[in-house]
């Protein structure tokens, strides 16, 4: 393949340097553009910004200047004095010399003469009339633009007319045409395609360049709500009718267009001056072709360079393949002749040195090739010998291996058989701890049955003795009932000889007659007394029969239930602690037993794990024996194995060897 391919040194040295100038002058390019790009916005923004502060301080100076002349014409005794016959002359002549559409005076209620001699009454309420209330406030008014019966475009200024003592007596107002206002806006160019426009406090437009829109009463802000291609523009006019100062960017069109503004002082008007944004960023455009033709002027040169640090690399390059084809063929004889004193000379130079230095090692390989090859296989033989020696060894050790493992598998038999009796142990020791534990709950039990016996027997014994004391209480009430009883016997008598007496006064007032009446009725109602006594009586008699047959009955179920408890359950209660006490004492006999039979049986595990530990002992030693048996034989044949990989090893040597010697015959030296 030719220097000159995509592979090639040269190529690709060219092929860096003109993508590394390529590059270079793209970032700088970039960088260049962009910050003029942005240096030129600042730059434009700030001076379109002054423009249009310093454009709308002219025309506030404009208006002021007319609101000027209006105040001296007010301030004229002609006019002060509210005289219409006075006024009207000089309202005539001003007019007409300061080129006036209309000159009128207004008093307090409305009433306006005009320079003609016509009077009028305005409508001070309208909306229309606000300026003209604003002037009878004392404030001077400038208001606008209107458009009069000729259709001429005109703006109303209002200033108060003041008496002596300053006080509001009327107000001056004059139509202007904006014929100097249009001129004075329309002057006010900005490059080839910028304008200056004015916007009132509505956003409705007041002064344009197209005189349409004045005349239709333009309003991009209401526009932009069925326009949404006007938005960009309507939110910069909001910003306008706030009273703010900026600058910003929108469509108009297809063209992208910036806008600086600014309020007009002392008026309720707003001015805008934009220009379109390709005629301010022109001089970036033509800075942009002259980067990139410098950069094509750049990336010739770098190529050029490239040429030339290319071929100064070609020739040595050159000389140092046809060295390098030499070395392929074995010919350390060649030697490389660059003339150049530079890196590519030191090379050749030391590659030269380097090539001497190799013949001379190759002879040394060669000769200690030689050597190597008789002293591999002499020791070769030498471990042959070796390996038979170690064959009887290895024969030897599996000997003693075989006995050390018949011996343990008699010991592992004798092992097994302990560690059975063992288990054995250990499940009996497990029995006898599962019985110590029974017989501690059994007395436990035993104790609680003995302690609760008791006390349940404590309870029914106080229980009986206070039931006892209560049944005597009882039997005691019984006799009061039976003392009722008897007191209501008497008392039975005692109506019975009450009635006899009710009876004999009846009588006796029979025979006194009249004057026997009144005792008559006590008579009777005592007798009816003696009655309802002697029938309560018997009642109380028949309770108190049916209270203390109620009471006997009580009274001896109550003796009966006391002797059972005397007699039956409280002599159960002495046998069931009895037979307690015994359960207690034959609990505490087999606890006994069991204990004694633990202390054997710990006895017999105790000797037993001995036994193990020296079986344990016994088999650890003839493991050991073993594993050091299996070790020695497991060494002597991996030392076996070893010797066998150097005996191949050194046959492999010796053939390598062999074989070095026949390449190294191939190098002319």
Same mark, same amino acid.
């Given at each position: *393949?030719?220097?000159?391919?995509?592979?090639?040194?040269?190529?690709?040295?060219?092929?860096?340097?003109?993508?590394?100038?390529?590059?270079?002058?793209?970032?700088?390019?970039?960088?260049?553009?962009?910050?003029?790009?942005?240096?030129?916005?600042?730059?434009?923004?700030?001076?379109?910004?002054?423009?249009?502060?310093?454009?709308?301080?002219?025309?506030? &100076?404009?208006?002021?200047?007319?609101?000027?002349?209006?105040?001296?014409?007010?301030?004229?005794?002609?006019?002060?004095?509210?005289?219409?016959?006075?006024?009207?002359?000089?309202l005539?002549?001003r007019?007409?010399?300061?080129?006036?559409?209309?000159?009128?005076? *207004?008093?307090?209620?409305?009433? =306006?003469?005009?320079?003609?001699?016509?009077?009028?009454?305005?409508? /001070?309420?309208?909306?229309?009339?606000?300026?003209?209330?604003?002037?009878?406030?004392?404030?001077t $008014?400038?208001? #606008?633009?209107? !458009?009069?019966?000729?259709?001429?475009?005109?703006?109303?200024?209002?200033?108060?007319?003041?008496?002596n003592?300053?006080?509001?007596?009327?107000?001056?107002?004059?139509?202007?045409?904006?014929?100097?206002?249009?001129?004075?806006?329309?002057?006010?160019?900005?490059?080839?395609?910028?304008y200056?426009?004015?916007?009132? $406090?509505?956003?409705?437009?007041?002064?344009?360049?197209?005189?349409?829109?004045?005349?239709?009463?333009?309003?991009?802000?209401?526009?932009?709500?069925?326009?949404?291609?006007?938005?960009?523009?309507?939110?910069?006019?909001?910003?306008?009718?706030?009273?703010?100062?900026?600058?910003?960017?929108?469509? $108009?069109? =297809?063209?992208?267009?910036?806008?600086?503004?600014?309020?007009?002082?002392?008026?309720?008007?707003?001015?805008?001056?934009?220009?379109?944004?390709?005629?301010? !960023?022109?001089?970036?455009?033509?800075?942009?072709?002259?980067?990139?033709?410098?950069?094509?002027?750049?990336?010739?040169?770098?190529?050029? *360079?490239?040429?030339?640090?290319?071929?100064?690399?070609?020739?040595p390059?050159?000389?140092?393949?046809?060295?390098?084809?030499?070395?392929?063929?074995?010919?350390?004889n060649?030697?490389?002749?660059?003339?150049?004193?530079?890196? !590519?000379?030191?090379?050749?130079?030391?590659?030269?040195?380097?090539? $001497?230095?190799?013949?001379?090692?190759?002879?040394?390989?060669?000769?200690?090739?030689?050597? =190597?090859?008789?002293?591999?296989?002499?020791v070769?033989?030498?471990?042959?010998?070796?390996?038979?020696?170690?064959?009887?060894?290895?024969?030897?050790?599996?000997?003693?291996?075989?006995?050390?493992?018949?011996?343990?598998?008699?010991?592992?038999?004798?092992?097994?058989?302990?560690?059975k009796?063992?288990?054995?142990?250990?499940?009996?020791?497990?029995?006898?701890?599962?019985?110590?534990?029974?017989?501690?709950?059994?007395?436990?039990?035993?104790?609680?049955?003995?302690?609760?016996t008791?006390?349940?027997?404590?309870?029914?014994?106080?229980?009986?003795?206070?039931?006892?004391?209560?049944?005597?209480?009882?039997?005691?009430?019984?006799?009061?009932?039976?003392?009722?009883?008897?007191v209501?016997?008497?008392?039975?008598?005692?109506?019975?000889?009450?009635?006899?007496?009710? /009876?004999?006064?009846?009588?006796e007032?029979?025979?006194?007659g009249?004057?026997?009446?009144?005792?008559?009725?006590?008579?009777?109602?005592?007798?009816?007394?003696?009655?309802? &006594? &002697?029938?309560?009586?018997?009642?109380?008699?028949?309770?108190?029969?049916?209270?203390?047959?109620?009471?006997?009955?009580?009274?001896?179920?109550?003796? #009966?239930?006391?002797?059972?408890?005397?007699?039956?359950?409280?002599?159960?209660?002495?046998?069931?602690?009895?037979?307690?006490?015994?359960?207690?004492?034959? #609990?505490?006999?087999?606890?006994?037993?069991?204990?004694?039979?633990?202390?054997?049986t710990e006895?017999?595990?105790?000797?037993?794990?001995?036994?193990?530990?020296?079986?344990d002992?016994?088999?650890?030693?003839?493991?050991?024996?073993?594993?050091? &048996?299996?070790?020695?034989?497991?060494?002597?044949?991996?030392?076996?194995?070893?010797?066998?990989?150097?005996? *191949?090893?050194t046959?492999?040597?010796?053939?390598?060897?062999?074989?070095?010697?026949?390449?190294?015959?191939? !190098?002319?030296?």
């Amino acid at each position: *393949m030719g220097l000159l391919s995509f592979n090639s040194v040269v190529v690709k040295i060219i092929a860096q340097i003109a993508l590394l100038v390529v590059l270079i002058c793209g970032v700088l390019g970039v960088i260049a553009c962009y910050s003029s790009y942005k240096t030129m916005e600042k730059s434009i923004d700030s001076s379109l910004q002054d423009k249009a502060v310093e454009s709308s301080k002219l025309i506030a &100076s404009m208006l002021n200047q007319e609101a000027k002349v209006m105040i001296e014409i007010a301030n004229r005794e002609e006019i002060k004095s509210m005289n219409p016959l006075s006024q009207i002359p000089v309202l005539e002549e001003r007019a007409k010399a300061l080129n006036y559409a209309s000159l009128s005076v *207004m008093n307090l209620k409305g009433l =306006t003469y005009i320079q003609s001699g016509e009077k009028t009454q305005m409508n /001070l309420e309208s909306n229309d009339s606000k300026y003209l209330r604003n002037a009878l406030n004392g404030n001077t $008014e400038i208001e #606008g633009p209107y !458009f009069n019966v000729n259709g001429e475009q005109i703006i109303a200024v209002a200033v108060p007319i003041k008496d002596n003592s300053s006080k509001v007596v009327g107000v001056l107002f004059s139509n202007i045409s904006m014929e100097n206002l249009n001129k004075l806006v329309q002057s006010m160019k900005v490059g080839k395609s910028g304008y200056c426009f004015i916007i009132n $406090e509505q956003g409705t437009k007041v002064v344009h360049k197209n005189l349409t829109l004045v005349l239709n009463g333009d309003n991009t802000i209401k526009n932009a709500k069925k326009d949404k291609s006007l938005t960009s523009l309507a939110e910069l006019e909001g910003n306008m009718i706030k009273g703010k100062s900026g600058s910003g960017y929108y469509k $108009e069109g =297809t063209k992208d267009m910036f806008m600086a503004y600014s309020p007009i002082p002392n008026s309720h008007w707003y001015l805008g001056i934009t220009i379109d944004k390709k005629e301010i !960023f022109n001089e970036v455009q033509v800075l942009k072709y002259k980067i990139i033709f410098i950069t094509v002027i750049f990336i010739v040169v770098g190529l050029l *360079m490239a040429l030339l640090i290319a071929r100064g690399i070609k020739k040595p390059l050159f000389k140092i393949r046809e060295y390098a084809l030499e070395l392929s063929k074995f010919n350390l004889n060649y030697s490389i002749q660059i003339e150049q004193k530079d890196e !590519f000379g030191d090379t050749a130079s030391a590659l030269n040195y380097a090539m $001497e230095d190799i013949k001379n090692i190759i002879e040394g390989i060669k000769k200690e090739s030689r050597q =190597t090859l008789k002293v591999t296989n002499s020791v070769n033989e030498m471990f042959e010998k070796s390996n038979k020696e170690l064959n009887l060894v290895c024969d030897k050790s599996s000997e003693i291996c075989s006995n050390i493992s018949q011996t343990l598998y008699s010991i592992e038999g004798v092992d097994e058989k302990i560690s059975k009796v063992k288990d054995k142990i250990r499940g009996i020791v497990r029995e006898v701890n599962g019985g110590m534990i029974l017989i501690e709950s059994i007395k436990e039990k035993a104790a609680n049955i003995k302690k609760d016996t008791e006390e349940s027997k404590r309870n029914l014994e106080d229980y009986y003795i206070k039931s006892s004391e209560k049944l005597k209480k009882s039997l005691e009430a019984v006799k009061v009932v039976s003392t009722i009883s008897k007191v209501a016997e008497k008392i039975k008598h005692i109506s019975k000889n009450i009635n006899l007496l009710a /009876l004999n006064a009846r009588i006796e007032s029979v025979k006194a007659g009249e004057y026997g009446k009144g005792f008559m009725v006590v008579a009777e109602e005592v007798g009816k007394l003696a009655v309802q &006594s &002697s029938d309560m009586v018997n009642t109380i008699q028949d309770n108190v029969k049916d209270i203390l047959l109620s009471v006997v009955e009580l009274s001896d179920s109550a003796e #009966g239930m006391l002797k059972m408890i005397e007699n039956n359950i409280l002599s159960d209660y002495e046998k069931v602690i009895d037979i307690s006490n015994e359960y207690e004492e034959d #609990g505490r006999k087999f606890e006994s037993v069991i204990q004694i039979f633990s202390e054997l049986t710990e006895n017999v595990n105790s000797s037993s794990v001995e036994i193990s530990e020296i079986m344990d002992s016994i088999v650890d030693s003839a493991n050991q024996c073993t594993e050091t &048996s299996i070790n020695i034989s497991d060494n002597i044949e991996k030392i076996e194995s070893e010797n066998k990989s150097i005996a *191949m090893f050194t046959v492999e040597n010796a053939s390598k060897a062999s074989n070095l010697l026949h390449i190294l015959k191939k !190098f002319n030296t």
